[in-house]
C-alpha cells in the first residue's frame, strides 16, 4: 500500500518568512496531492491539491509542487502570518480512492 | 465545498458502553469514510462506509468493535462498542465524490467536524 512521509513534524518561523513542508510517497499510481490545514479542535480544511498531470500549482501565498519522478511534493507558504499557524497534512490519492496522510507537521508563527 | 455535520460533537462515556455517530452530508456522494485521530497524530483511516453493503475495513479495525451503517448516499454511522479509554479519541467522517452533477468536486475529500470521545 500506499506509504506518504512527512517532514519537518514541528516547524517554526519568524512571521514574514516562507515555510516549506516536504513529503514522499511510495505508490507510483498515486495521482492526486492534497495539503489540509488543521487548526486546534477544528476539522481539515482543504487549502490546495495537485494533479500528477501539472507540477506547479499556485493560490496567493499558498504553492503547491510536484516531482512524479521523484515522487515527493512540497509545500511552500509565503510571507507566513500568524494565522497560517496550524497543523498541515499531506495526502496521497490513489486509483483506489483511498488517501494515505502524512504524519502532520506543526507550523508555529512567531509575531 | 460539501457541508458535513456530525453528531454528537462530543460525548463522555462509561467503558463497556457503547456510542453510535452520525455523519450526515448535504449532497449525494460516492465514497464515505470514518477516520480516528488521536490526540496530535495523523488520520487513520478506520473503514470505507459502503452503501448498502457491509463496509471495507482497514487493517487493526473489526466489524464487531466498530459497525458502520450507509443506508443511503448522505448518511452514515459508525458506533464504538464495549469502548475502553483506549478509544478515547476524535472521530472524523469524511466524504468524496466523482458525481459532476452534485457540489462536491470530482475526488475532492471533506471532513466532518469529528467527534470528541472520551471513554472513563
Known amino acids: 500500500g500506499e506509504n506518504v512521509e512527512q517532514h519537518p513534524s514541528t516547524l517554526s518561523v519568524q512571521e514574514g518568512d516562507s515555510a516549506v513542508i516536504k513529503c514522499t510517497y511510495s505508490?507510483?499510481?498515486?495521482?492526486?496531492f492534497p495539503w489540509y490545514k488543521q487548526e486546534l479542535g477544528k476539522r481539515p480544511q482543504l487549502i490546495i491539491d495537485i494533479r500528477s498531470n501539472v507540477g506547479e500549482k499556485k493560490d496567493q501565498r499558498i504553492a503547491v509542487t510536484l516531482n512524479k519522478t521523484a515522487k515527493h511534493f512540497s509545500l511552500h507558504i509565503t510571507e507566513t502570518q500568524p494565522e497560517d499557524s496550524a497543523v498541515y497534512f499531506c495526502a496521497a490519492h490513489n486509483a483506489g480512492n483511498m488517501l494515505t496522510f502524512g504524519g502532520g507537521t506543526r507550523l508555529m508563527v512567531k509575531p | 465545498s460539501a457541508v458535513i455535520s456530525q453528531k454528537p460533537s462530543r460525548d463522555i462515556c462509561q467503558r463497556g458502553t457503547s456510542l453510535t455517530i452520525q455523519c450526515q452530508v448535504d449532497s449525494q456522494v460516492t465514497m464515505m469514510f470514518w477516520y480516528r485521530q488521536q490526540p496530535g497524530q495523523s488520520l487513520t483511516l478506520i473503514a470505507t462506509?459502503?452503501?448498502?453493503?457491509?463496509?471495507?475495513?482497514e487493517s487493526g479495525f473489526v466489524i464487531d468493535k466498530f459497525p458502520i451503517s450507509r443506508p443511503n448516499l448522505t448518511f452514515s454511522t459508525l458506533t464504538v462498542s464495549n469502548m475502553s479509554p483506549e478509544d478515547s479519541s476524535i472521530y472524523l467522517c469524511s466524504a468524496i465524490s466523482k458525481g459532476v452533477q452534485d457540489k462536491i468536486t470530482p475526488d475532492t475529500q471533506y471532513f466532518g467536524p469529528g467527534t470528541r470521545l472520551t471513554v472513563l
Open positions: 505508490d507510483s499510481a498515486s495521482n492526486y
Open positions: 462506509a459502503n452503501q448498502g453493503s457491509e463496509a471495507t475495513y
